[in-house]
């Protein structure tokens, strides 16, 4: 492997269990990421969207396969890297500022050093007049925010979300949908966005990857080749309602949805 791509996996497999209780999560397959691209991971719930994610991290050990991030093998955990989950998972006694900071601290970095970089996170994404709110204090869609700012404040050049708007309602989604390609447009990190939404991730990556029902495979990976930013007149664009159509019958033909109520 080379250090041209962000993140090279070749023939990775994930199996769970052992002898009879095996399950196999993950079939082996293949994925290149570039440096600076946005790729997002589309399929069913149990496809191993998220254990990809795990896999990629260090968080969990493949069971075969080859799997680098930037050129290094991934052995365990990967430190250089920014993780955003569905949940937030801030720390409620301290305030915004200092969750984003957390960070830095757990990593024993210089605090001063990255004092600045937080603000300016905080406002990028519309926190600046929040820095000293708990979390309670705050909206769900502030929450997430927050918890953004604080994957990206010690400078990864890799971002992983797994299902991160997913606990947001309709509306907050799509506006955290809006301010996440800006920033990425503002920042052009590596990211990998895990997502049960065709749409979304149409809307969002540079490529789509369609995974199967379990045992997760990838169905096909799409190019998207629409203008950004995209925006709310995305959903307007030729190329947006050719590629939900083609993912969406991907789904159809594997019995992922279907095209009445049974």
């Known amino acids: 492997m080379t250090g ?21 999560a993950l079939s082996p397959i293949d994925l290149e990421v570039a440096p600076g691209e946005f790729v997002a991971i589309v399929g069913p719930s149990g496809c191993g969207k998220s254990t990809l994610l795990r896999l990629v991290t260090g968080l969990v050990a493949r069971s075969g396969g080859e799997l680098s991030v930037f050129g290094k093998p991934v052995d365990g955990p990967v430190t250089d890297v920014g ?17 984003v900071m957390f960070q830095i601290d757990m990593r024993g970095l210089d605090r001063a050093k990255y004092l600045p970089r937080a ?64 920033l990425w447009m503002e920042t052009k990190k590596t990211v990998v966005f895990i997502t049960h939404s065709i749409d979304e991730a149409v809307l969002l990556a540079d490529r789509v990857v369609v995974m199967s029902p379990r045992p997760g495979r990838i169905e096909t990976i799409m190019e998207i080749d629409m203008r950004r930013p995209r925006g ?3 959903r307007k664009d030729p190329k947006f309602i050719a590629a939900t159509d083609a993912i969406t019958e991907i789904f159809l033909e594997r019995g992922v949805l279907q095209r009445h109520a049974s």
């Open 4 to 24: 041209t791509s962000g993140i090279s996996i070749r023939a990775v497999s994930k199996t769970y269990g052992s002898g009879a209780r095996q399950t196999l």
């Open 83 to 99: 993780i955003v989950f569905q949940q937030p998972i801030l720390l409620d006694w301290r305030n915004v500022l200092d969750n």
């Open 119 to 182: 603000h300016e996170l905080l406002a990028a994404v519309g926190l600046a007049d929040f820095a000293d709110r708990r979390p309670y204090e705050l909206s769900g869609g502030m929450k997430q925010r927050a918890s953004i700012a604080r994957a990206l404040v010690h400078e990864p050049p890799l971002l992983m979300m797994d299902e991160p708007f997913g606990a947001l309602d309709a509306l907050t989604r799509e506006q955290m949908r809006i301010d996440l390609e800006r």
């Open 232 to 234: 709310l007149s995305g």
